[in-house]
C-alpha cells in the first residue's frame, strides 16, 4: 500500500507540491500526505536492501481501538473527498487489511535497537 514513512525518501518539491503534511489530522497525516503524492506524481519505489529505519510497534494512530478508528476515520473523510467514497471506501478496507497483516507476535528482530 505504503511505505513506511521513517524509511521514505521523497523528493522536496514532491513534499511541497502537496504541502506537506495536513497539521489538522492528528493520526493520519503521513498516510494522507503519501496518498496525495502517489496520486498526483506516481512515484517509484525502490528497494535498498538495508535497514533505514527501525521503529517500535505503537505510537498514537495504533494506541488502542479508538485511536485507529479516528485514524481511519480521518484517512477515509480526506480520501472521500479526493476520489470519492466508493474508492476510498476500498482504499481504507486495504489499508487496514494490510495494518491487521502486520501484527506481529514474539520478539522483535531488531530487539537490540530498543533495550535499555
Known amino acids: ?27 493520519a497525516a503521513d498516510s494522507t500526505q503519501y496518498y496525495d503524492m502517489e496520486r498526483r506524481f506516481h512515484p517509484s519505489i525502490r528497494l535498498v536492501g538495508a535497514d533505514i529505519a527501525f521503529m517500535q510497534v505503537g505510537g498514537a494512530a495504533n494506541a488502542g481501538p479508538k485511536a485507529v478508528y479516528r485514524g481511519t476515520l480521518e484517512i477515509y473523510r480526506h480520501l472521500s ?21 502486520e501484527i506481529r ?7 537490540m535497537w530498543f533495550s535499555g
Do not use: N, W, Y
Not at 8 to 22: T, W
Not at 105 to 111: I, N, S
Open 1 to 27: 500500500m505504503r511505505p513506511v514513512h521513517q524509511a521514505q525518501f521523497s523528493k522536496r518539491c514532491l513534499l511541497e507540491a502537496v504541502e506537506g503534511f495536513d497539521a489538522r489530522l492528528r493520526l
Open 81 to 101: 473527498a479526493e476520489v470519492g467514497r466508493a474508492k476510498a471506501s476500498l482504499m481504507v478496507l486495504i489499508k487496514t487489511l494490510q495494518s491487521v497483516s
Open 105 to 111: 507476535f514474539g520478539r522483535c528482530t531488531q530487539e
